[in-house]
């Protein structure tokens, strides 16, 4: 029997008496980790209207597009993130060079001399070594592929994790500008109502110097001067808001917080509904969801990588080289080349449970990003249910304050007439002004939550309405820029 039948022979017998065949386990099905999920949404299941084709045109503004564009462009934070990309794409290099042979070359030279009693021969040798060292497992039952894939899984997940960074971040850009516009409206409002406030203090100073009642009329112009308080207090609050809105908003441009950013004007109208029967497979493109189903599939092919360390290993290594004592030239000599190659082949038999115990480490941290996987689903869905919700409650209240807000003006011009008349006291007309004012503000902080409602519900469905996921991914390393 040759070489070569010797080591198919030695090869058989090892595997025999292992008595192991190699798993590479089920592929996780997403769906099953969460259990039944409805087809389509179950909230606002009333409404209609167009089909969007992208959310920030769903307020019609190139202000805004402009500032998310510049967001994406410098923020810090996001830049982190593609930088993690890259370093998962780097560790995937460096799981695939495990599969690959490994060579290394040597040289060295030396010089020697006798030494004889206290005295120097005059013999001395040169010794030249050069050599290449050839290492290389081979990959039998997978293992190494394993680890290899995982690593791009990995990939897969960062991205998809820069990709929800990047949603993020425009949502937060989109509604930190909104806000700014809202606090100067409320600021606007606070100072008309206080403009007003002044007015009525100044007729109810000229009643006192006139002696008209002066009792009644130092109680008026307390409560007065009270309203005026607290209207100077709203604007100095919306002030406060204003400052650390822009200051935010700067920062998430990657510019100095300064609190010097312009406004984008007034707040925008949602242009379109959200369409009926928003289907549930949308959120299959949600970025975190993605990830995370990719951190499990990752942890399934390290479980099969664990199992597979119990299995027999198979491993070559060569060398050639030359050792000469003549020239230095020499050494490259083909004739005076020696070669080895040799193969390895080794199976675990006592290693006191380190190997199980890692498979079982594996397999729980699988099972965790598992339920992980399950929680972020649900919480998916809560997000999209509860934003689909809100919007329908809060187009209802704007509608309803709006009717509050027509009201309270008129009863305050109403008031204001027979206040000048003499026909109502002074406490009826600043209740007037005060419930118009509150009215205003209410309405004013629910157009905007209304409008930050929308940017929740595209940041849960993980974009638009329209755009379907569509499997035409390319191949893992492809798609990681990773090759074999």
Request: net charge negative.
């Amino acid at each position: 029997m040759g070489r070569g039948g010797v080591f198919v022979a030695s090869l058989a017998a090892v595997l025999l008496l292992s008595g192991c065949t190699f798993w590479n386990g089920p592929k996780f099905e997403a769906a099953t980790a969460v259990g039944d999920l409805p087809s389509r949404w179950t909230a606002g299941s009333g409404a209609s209207g167009e089909a969007v084709t992208g959310w920030l045109d769903d307020f019609g503004s190139p202000a805004l597009r402009s500032l998310v564009e510049e967001a994406v462009g410098r923020n810090y934070s996001l830049a982190a993130a593609r930088s993690r990309v890259a370093e998962a794409q780097e560790r995937a290099r460096l799981a695939g060079a495990d599969r690959l042979p490994a060579v290394d070359s040597s040289l060295s030279t030396s010089r020697s001399q006798n030494l004889r009693g206290s005295e120097f021969a005059n013999t001395r040798a040169n010794n030249f070594n050069f050599g290449l060292d050839l290492r290389w497992e081979i990959d039998l039952w997978g293992r190494l592929k394993n680890l290899r894939d995982a690593e791009l899984d990995r990939v897969a997940a960062e991205s998809a994790l820069y990709e929800a960074s990047r949603l993020s971040l425009a949502a937060n850009v989109v509604k930190t500008a909104l806000s700014i516009v809202e606090s100067q409206q409320q600021i606007e409002i606070s100072r008309r109502t206080l403009g007003s406030l002044r007015t009525n203090l100044k007729i109810l100073d000229s009643r006192m110097e006139a002696g008209d009642l002066v009792e009644r009329a130092a109680l008026e112009i307390s409560l007065s001067r009270a309203d005026i308080a607290r209207a100077e207090r709203a604007i100095l609050f919306s002030q406060r808001q204003l400052d650390g809105s822009r200051r935010s908003l700067e920062t998430l441009l990657g510019r100095y917080p300064g609190g010097t950013i312009a406004s984008i004007g007034g707040l925008p109208s949602l242009s379109r509904e959200i369409p009926k029967g928003l289907p549930s497979e949308l959120l299959l493109r949600r970025p975190d969801l993605l990830a995370a189903e990719a951190r499990v599939d990752a942890a399934f092919k390290e479980v099969s990588a664990s199992r597979k360390t119990l299995l027999p290993a198979l491993s070559i290594s060569g060398a050639i080289g030359t050792a000469t004592t003549d020239e230095f030239g020499d050494i490259f000599d083909i004739q005076k080349m020696v070669w080895a190659v040799g193969q390895n082949l080794t199976r675990p038999l006592y290693q006191g449970g380190r190997l199980r115990a890692n498979i079982r480490l594996d397999e729980a941290g699988r099972d965790g990003l598992i339920r992980d996987y399950a929680e972020t689903a649900l919480t998916a869905f809560r997000e999209v249910e509860t934003a689909i919700a809100a919007e329908t409650f809060l187009k209802s209240e704007v509608s309803a304050l709006s009717t509050a807000v027509t009201e309270s003006r008129r009863a305050e011009e109403l008031s204001l007439g027979e206040y000048e008349q003499g026909l109502v006291e002074i406490i009826t007309l600043l209740e007037s002004q005060r419930r118009a004012f509150e009215s205003e503000s209410v309405l004013l902080a629910a157009h905007y939550e209304l409008l930050a409602t929308r940017v929740d519900l595209y940041l849960a469905l993980g974009g638009d309405f329209d755009h379907l996921p569509v499997d035409e991914s390319p191949a893992p390393e492809a798609a990681a820029g990773v090759g074999e």
